[in-house]
């Protein structure tokens, strides 16, 4: 089980389970796939709308999908709560 936590500007913890495996797209590592799930997917309209996303988590078998902002931290943990990857943009 993975549980992906986020951590806001404001310092508010989110956790939302991704249940036995999820799909992670980097803008930096897979340009078309980024904008494939922003502008077809996710229906965002213009550049600007995913100018502070730098990634998306899918999970559900591709029906739930997290934007993943700039201004946050984020954290891929296991169901014994410790991390299994820090996804926070570098």
Not at 33 to 57: A, H, Q, R
Not at 59 to 81: A, C
Request: overall charge neutral; aromatic content about 12%; charged content about 30%.
């Amino acid at each position: 089980m993975y549980t992906l936590r986020r951590i806001n500007s404001d310092k508010l913890e989110i956790n939302t389970n991704l249940n036995e495996n999820y799909v992670l797209v980097l803008e930096e590592k897979n340009k078309k796939e980024f904008s494939n799930i922003g502008t077809k997917i996710l229906k965002f309209e213009t550049p600007e709308e995913l100018k502070d996303i730098y990634g998306f988590v899918s999970f559900n078998e591709g029906q739930s999908i997290i934007p993943l902002y700039k201004k946050s931290q984020y954290y891929i943990m296991q169901s014994d709560g410790k991390t299994f990857d820090n996804i926070t943009l570098k």
